[in-house]
């Protein structure tokens, strides 16, 4: 097949960039032909709360990407999607993730389906934002109209995906592993390589910090006493996309600081694994969520999780095996934290992680792909 992905890649980085970067790898993988349309402008910068959207890796030399598709610019959004038509590619497939890119992304797959071949599957990370805004539900519906069928991350995704169309073939198939972060290392190395202590346990805190994602409710569970005499520290790896001002005051105001251990920052590709590798659990005290790659993460690296019993992430995560599916509370995390270290669970949970993982293959996401390519 004659496949196009439409979305995040290289120059820009993050996990939608390392996703459709990998099932791009795995077109390839299985005898496909694949280009990438990605952004030359992504987010105007007064959007983007973040430090940059870009790289600082050298493009893949692997990947056919076209750096082209301006998210603001309606003239682009013409020319882009009629350059994609005349490609007569078999499959058009677009990340979708939120209703600003609804515009862009909607012209481009009405467009490119002119030519009467091309098939526009969507992948859904949301269908409805977790940080909803005025006008969402009218540009989600926009970019709904424009695509073929449907695979969602996470059944929650899935029924919100109702409210704009209940006829278009659609089913769900979840995250694919994250295996594009190199390979296990010991915590020894991960301990070297990032200058911890040896005489300490660790958890983990990773990703984009945003209000959602409950890093407050974990910083709340730390203040427990149980768990302030545990002999761990709490590594907060990643770069701030909400207020940190809030966050720093909220640490001293809880008297938690010799507890953390923050590298609030972009932690780039080649640097994942060591602090996966490094961590006993990785928590995702999520106050809202559909799915996260960050599990996937944890299933390429065999680190137990503790997530909130929200949106899709129990789904991927069943309790008391791989992990805790707690409540979204200071108190039923700091339970599963004393639990985890007082019962000496990460060995137990690894084990069981090892057998679950094989669940998310990429070669599953790609046949539930062609079945959607071949329902419509």
């Not at 659990?281 to 909130?308: D, E, W």
């Amino acid at each position: 097949m004659k496949v196009i992905i439409l979305g995040s890649a290289h120059p820009l980085r993050g996990g939608l960039a390392a996703y459709n970067e990998r099932l791009a790898r795995e077109f390839i993988k299985q005898g496909h032909s694949v280009q990438i349309y990605t952004f030359s402008l992504q987010y105007p910068s007064f959007l983007f709360p973040g430090t940059t959207q870009y790289s600082d890796q050298p493009a893949p030399d692997d990947l056919y990407i076209h750096v082209k598709v301006n998210s603001v610019n309606p003239l682009n959004w013409l020319s882009v999607g009629k350059e994609i038509a005349k490609l007569n590619a078999d499959l058009l497939i677009v990340k979708y993730w939120l209703p600003f890119m609804a515009p862009a992304l909607g012209t481009i797959c009405r467009l490119a389906k002119r030519n009467k071949k091309t098939k526009v599957l969507a992948i859904l990370d949301n269908i409805i934002p977790h940080e909803k805004r005025i006008g969402d539900n009218i540009l989600s519906k926009y970019f709904v109209g424009g695509v073929d069928a449907f695979i969602a991350m996470s059944e929650s995704v899935l029924k919100d995906l109702d409210i704009f169309d209940t006829k278009k073939p659609r089913l769900f198939s979840p995250h694919p592993l994250f295996d594009n972060f190199g390979e296990v290392v010991n915590k020894a190395e991960a301990y070297k390589h990032l200058g911890l202590e040896i005489n300490s346990d660790y958890l983990l805190f990773f990703g984009f910090i945003r209000d959602y994602k409950g890093l407050d409710l974990l910083l709340q569970a730390l203040t427990d006493e149980r768990v302030r005499n545990l002999n761990f520290k709490l590594i907060v790896a990643g770069e701030f996309y909400s207020n940190e001002e809030l966050y720093t005051n909220m640490i001293k105001e809880l008297g938690v600081a010799d507890k953390l251990i923050l590298k609030t920052q972009f932690i780039s590709d080649d640097e994942v694994r060591y602090y996966f590798c490094a961590a006993d659990m990785v928590v995702q005290p999520y106050k809202h969520a559909t799915q996260s790659g960050v599990t996937q993460i944890c299933y390429h690296f065999n680190r137990p999780m503790l997530v909130t019993n929200v949106g899709g992430l129990p789904e991927i995560v069943p309790n008391g095996k791989v992990g805790y599916v707690t409540e979204p509370n200071p108190q039923s995390i700091a339970d599963a934290i004393v639990d985890f270290y007082t019962n000496h669970k990460e060995f137990v949970f690894r084990d069981y992680i090892k057998a679950e993982k094989s669940k998310y293959a990429w070669s599953t996401m790609l046949d539930k792909i062609m079945e959607m390519y071949k329902s419509v």
